[in-house]
Each structure stands twice: as structure tokens, then as C-alpha cells.
């Protein structure tokens, strides 16, 4: 089962004192940096260097510096589908949750990587501007978003992209349109590039803004019913497979493994596909649940399921 999870690798080829003359400003860069009150689980330890941009031109520097020295950054935005180990990373981590704005020209909305996407829905509501509603109260950024292309009540992120504004492999600043992304099923090619994303434009219509916010509410209302806000998670655990014939959370159910719990991590009792953090919970622990739901589900009825978390893995500093 082990190895179904998304992971992600990293180095660290410079020593920390070499990245932060490089970039020399700062006041954005951190050492032992605790990284879990960053992420929606609220656990994990410590990075050995993290970078906190505070603005587009500060996150375009920091790419390029990294870029030339070699260093692929763990990127973190809202930490909304991660999963940092307890012992923490001995890499640097990129932030871009300071890169936040929006704003909007005919019709249009763009929106810096770091913005969070519900804040997106919110801004666009306000100008009337309908297809962002699926998207109102689900944590994350934008770089997030559009990274996994996230999905929810029948809608996902690359329905309504225009344009994603992306640093590539060498650090030069991109733009790709939408429909050259290669989006598909919570996939996008920025999962499979050393791409990272700075600035996304979006493509909405206009609309009535009573119906609009009438979509948002009951949205929030049904992830309040089940529970989405009720402990610290990440959402969904498992994506769903069409060829199971019914959703993760369904088949989890069905297997009694509603409520099972590992330490302080636990299957929500309302819920099969959320893992909760009851307040005590390690990342090993979240771990160990989500492997123990997989091989149960395996041995009952021969399914795999797939992690939607990633799992940070880091090698040790060079």
C-alpha cells in the first residue's frame, strides 16, 4: 500500500548560510522554522530554512536565487493537503501565503498564488461575477488549487483559469493558458514540471449576486454538516476512483472503519473519508491511519485507494 502515496522529495545542496546571503533580505528568511501551524492537520516539525516572500517580487527573487543554486524548495501554501513529519524537514520550504491580492479588470479576476481561494469566490461574488461559488470555504491557496486542480460539487479550478503565470526550471517567468495545462482528475502538469505557480487569471461571468451567494451558503453549509470545520484535517483523504463505483468515504464506511483511531489521529465518525487531528494527534499518527484504512480497504474489497495528501519526504542535507 505504501507505495500509492504521493511523495515528494527534496534536497538541500547548499548550507542554509549560503541560501541566505544569496538572497540577502532577511527578514523573510527563518531557520528552524515550526512548520505546523502552517498546514490545516496542525502538525509537523520544524524546517531547516524557510522563506516567507512578502510579495510577488520577492518570491520571483528567491525562485531565481534557488533556481541558480540548484535547489528544488518545498512549496507551501496553505498546507492544506500535506502532511509534514514530526521530526521536520532538513530542506528549505518556500511560502507564498504572503503573496496574496486580487483584483479584477473586465469581467476578469487574477490573483497572486498565496491568495486563498475561498477568498477568490468572496471578491468575485462582490462583483458579480459567477463560478467560483463550488470553490467558497475550501481551504488552500490558489497555488494550491491550481496545482492539484481541485474539485468539488461537480466543478474544478480549470473550468474557470484562463492563464496560469508560472517560474520554470531555470527561473524564468511563464504563462501558460489553461487549456495547455494538462488538467485532469486532481492533476495539472505543475505536479509533474519544477514549475512554480506565482499568479493564475480567471474566467467568470456575470451573474445575480443574491443567487450567487445563495450557492456559496449552501456550500458552506454543507461542508459544515460534514464536518469539515469540526477538527484540524485535510479535507479528504482519498480521491475517488469512478471504477469502485461508489466514493472513498462510501467504501470506508461500509468497511466499519468510521471512528477507528491511531493515537490522536482518528477516521472522523462522521465522515470515512476525513482523517481529524482530536488535539494530540503526530503526523506519524495521521500516517498510520491513512496506510491502515488503505490495506483494510485492500483486504475487504480488493480496492486501492489513492491519497490525495502528499507526504513530505526530505533527504538529508548535503
Not at 528549505?92 to 479584477?104: F, Y
Not at 474557470?160 to 531555470?170: A, F, G, N
Not at 466514493?247 to 468497511?255: F, T, W, Y
Not at 462522521?270 to 498510520?288: K, L, M, Q, S, V
Amino acid at each position: 500500500m505504501d507505495k500509492q502515496w504521493n511523495y515528494r522529495y527534496y534536497s538541500v545542496v547548499c548550507t542554509v548560510r549560503n541560501i541566505i546571503e544569496r538572497i540577502n533580505i532577511d527578514e523573510i528568511c527563518h531557520t528552524d522554522y515550526v512548520l505546523a501551524p502552517h498546514t490545516s492537520f496542525g502538525v509537523g516539525g520544524p524546517a531547516q530554512l524557510c522563506i516567507r516572500p512578502r510579495n510577488k517580487s520577492e518570491l520571483v527573487h528567491v525562485i531565481h536565487i534557488l533556481n541558480d543554486m540548484n535547489i528544488h524548495p518545498i512549496i507551501l501554501g496553505g498546507g492544506a493537503n500535506v502532511l509534514i513529519p514530526d521530526a521536520g524537514v532538513r530542506s528549505t520550504v518556500l511560502m507564498t501565503d504572503l503573496v496574496s491580492g486580487i483584483k479584477s479588470e473586465k469581467g476578469s479576476v487574477t490573483a497572486f498564488a498565496g491568495t486563498l481561494i475561498s477568498d477568490v469566490s468572496v471578491f468575485a461574488a462582490e462583483q458579480s461575477l459567477s463560478g467560483l461559488e463550488f470553490i467558497y470555504k475550501m481551504p488552500g491557496t490558489v497555488g494550491g488549487a491550481v496545482w492539484m486542480n481541485a474539485r468539488c460539487y461537480g466543478s474544478s479550478i480549470a473550468d474557470v483559469l484562463d492563464w496560469i503565470e508560472y517560474c520554470d526550471e531555470q527561473g524564468r517567468t511563464k504563462r501558460i493558458a489553461a487549456g495547455d495545462a494538462e488538467f485532469g482528475y486532481k492533476d495539472s502538469i505543475f505536479q509533474h514540471r519544477q514549475w512554480i505557480i506565482t499568479e493564475c487569471g480567471f474566467v467568470l461571468k456575470k451573474g445575480d449576486p443574491s443567487a450567487i451567494r445563495g450557492v456559496m451558503e449552501e456550500n458552506a453549509g454543507d461542508r459544515n454538516v460534514k464536518g469539515h470545520f469540526s477538527f484540524p484535517c485535510a479535507g479528504s483523504v482519498f480521491k475517488n476512483d469512478r471504477k469502485f463505483g461508489k466514493p472513498s468515504g462510501a467504501i470506508i464506511d461500509e468497511c466499519g472503519l468510521k471512528g477507528t483511531r491511531i493515537g490522536g489521529a482518528q477516521v472522523a465518525p462522521y465522515h470515512g473519508n476525513i482523517i481529524i487531528n482530536t488535539g494530540t494527534a503526530t503526523a506519524e499518527d495521521i500516517y498510520r491511519l491513512v496506510v491502515h484504512v488503505q490495506e483494510k480497504v485492500y483486504e475487504r474489497t480488493g480496492h486501492v485507494l489513492d491519497p490525495e495528501i502528499i507526504l513530505v519526504k526530505t533527504e538529508d542535507a548535503s
